[in-house]
């Protein structure tokens, strides 16, 4: 059974940063690309950042690029997402999710297999 954990998620004043991990069980983690996802109450679900299985590879929405920055320990199957100067705008319910397949040729954006439960970040002004 493929299980994602989210954590690290809290509140904290504009322009400070968190720390979200991903721990996952049940798949072969370092063959999967892996991407965090956000919702904001009363919008949908949209794409924050991605990293690919193969080394190196990530992508970013525009609207966290140079603020945020994912990576990923193979050896304890978890992926991070470091989040500095946080804004307002950032609160959300951010989720973990895995690729439906091994091997992606590309990061996608959308259509994921498993999904963590979520982790509850507010930004305060």
């Known amino acids: 059974q493929v299980q994602l954990v989210e954590s690290g998620g809290g509140l904290v004043q504009a322009g400070g940063s968190l720390r979200l991990s991903c721990a996952t069980s049940?798949?072969?983690?370092?063959?999967?690309?892996i991407a965090w996802f956000r919702q904001a109450p009363g919008k949908e679900r949209e794409f924050a950042a991605g990293?690919?299985?193969?080394?190196?590879?990530?992508d970013y929405a525009d609207s966290v690029k140079g603020r945020f920055t994912i990576s990923r320990d193979n050896a304890k199957n978890t992926v991070y997402l470091q989040m500095n100067s946080l804004k307002p705008e950032d609160t959300a319910v951010y989720y973990c999710?895995?690729?439906?397949?091994?091997?992606?040729?590309?990061?996608?954006?959308?259509?994921?297999?498993?999904w963590g439960q979520g982790t509850q970040v507010a930004v305060s002004s």
């Open positions: 999710a895995a690729d439906r397949s091994p091997w992606g040729a590309r990061i996608g954006r959308s259509d994921y297999g498993y």
């Open positions: 049940g798949l072969a983690f370092s063959h999967y690309n």
């Open positions: 990293i690919s299985w193969r080394i190196g590879s990530t």
